[in-house]
């Protein structure tokens, strides 16, 4: 009587070759995953702002900020509210050195947000810090 199944082609090589072979797509992949996260994983040298609440500030000091976004969607540099147009004059020039401090309230809507960001990366800001409050 015949086997149904015929027995596996070997083509000749041992267990351990086999194995071996079997491996070594698994090592390229762990490899690789590792190399993305060595890259995505990028570490900064500039530590962000000191925020409310984290011990070393007394009272209600708020971190510097260049840019505030209100609630309303409003855009105040130094406290005096700006427009689209104004924007790009009253904030300081584009820095890869020292990125562009943005806060904003917690209520804001996130297509605000996402507007300000596009008018600042036309104005040239290719980095930005957006600092926010710490949940209570």
Request: net charge negative.
């Amino acid at each position: 009587m015949t086997d149904l199944v015929p027995p596996p082609v070997t083509s000749g090589k041992s267990l351990m070759e086999r194995l071996e072979d079997a491996l070594l797509p698994l090592i390229n992949l762990v490899f690789l995953l590792l190399m993305f996260f060595i890259v995505a994983g990028q570490l900064s040298d500039t530590p962000l702002p000191k925020l409310p609440g984290t011990g070393q500030q007394a009272g209600n000091e708020q971190p510097y900020a260049d840019l505030t976004v209100t609630a309303n969607g409003e855009w105040q540099v130094d406290g005096r509210t700006v427009t689209t147009d104004g924007l790009s004059k009253a904030l300081p020039a584009p820095d890869e050195e020292s990125p562009l401090k943005i806060a904003a309230e917690r209520e804001i809507a996130m297509s605000d947000l996402e507007s300000l960001l596009r008018v600042l990366e036309e104005s040239g800001y290719r980095e930005v810090i957006l600092l926010t409050e710490p949940a209570s």
